[in-house]
């Protein structure tokens, strides 16, 4: 089946680092990507959704600033945290999809700024 | 407004125990629906999903779900749990014709006592 790899697995750093995530589809053209932020014990927040070669789409209330997304290329987007402050620390996933097919997780990236 | 609404958030339950998860969501339009598992330490799997078709839908691991259209619901069925089940599943709701943004429950936590 589709695999998406998501990384780094776990960061860990200090407060005002830049943080890189990459999310990368292995084996099919992922014409959307989305990003994720997972609270312990709750649901998926969608935080934006990017399509290859255009901007994101941030939802309400997700700073485009502080969340930087690329999307260069149908099999890569990352996710720039800038300037982290321990209140962005948090589980971000990523998930691909490719036209009507349904979206594929990536294993997700423990985020913890100190 | 869109919404899915998840009514177990916590369910215990022995081994060879039958299992309903419910699923209601509030959506306009045709939509196409989702149960996804996350099991500990794991990324999000699909589980099953429905698109058209025969509204009593078969997924992987012995899992089963039935879309009432008149009731707006998706619950999730399983007639015999195993330990190996016990893992966080999620329902979700997407546009028939755009799955790219899903509207996603607030997930529920089985777990399955040996």
């Known amino acids: 089946g589709a695999v998406v790899s998501q990384h780094p697995s776990r960061v860990i750093c200090k407060s005002g680092t830049s943080v890189k995530i990459e999310c990368r589809s292995l084996d099919f053209q992922a014409t959307t990507m989305f990003w994720y932020r997972q609270f312990p014990k709750q649901s998926l927040m969608l935080m934006a959704t990017?399509?290859?070669?255009?901007?994101?789409?941030?939802e309400q209330g997700v700073e485009k600033d502080k969340f930087l997304i690329n999307h260069a290329s149908l099999t890569l987007s990352t996710l720039t945290v800038t300037s982290a402050h321990p209140e962005d620390s948090s589980f971000y996933i990523c998930?691909?999809?490719?036209?009507?097919?349904?979206?594929?997780f990536g294993d997700g990236t423990r985020l913890s700024i100190l | 407004a869109q919404s899915v609404s998840q009514h177990n958030h916590h369910v215990i339950l022995s081994e060879a125990a039958s299992l309903e998860l419910g699923c209601n969501y509030s959506y306009g339009g045709t939509v196409n629906l989702f149960w996804y598992v996350q099991y500990p330490g794991q990324h999000l799997q699909l589980l099953l999903k429905y698109f058209s078709g025969d509204p009593l839908v078969k997924g992987i691991k012995g899992f089963e779900a039935e879309f009432i259209k008149s009731k707006f619901s998706f619950n999730l069925r399983k007639p015999s749990v195993q330990w190996s089940d016990t893992a966080e599943y999620f329902c979700a709701v997407g546009n028939a014709g755009n799955n790219r943004k899903l509207i996603w429950g607030l997930g529920t936590s089985l777990a399955v006592n040996p």
């Open positions: 990017s399509n290859e070669g255009s901007k994101a789409t941030y």
């Open positions: 998930s691909a999809a490719d036209s009507n097919q349904p979206q594929h």
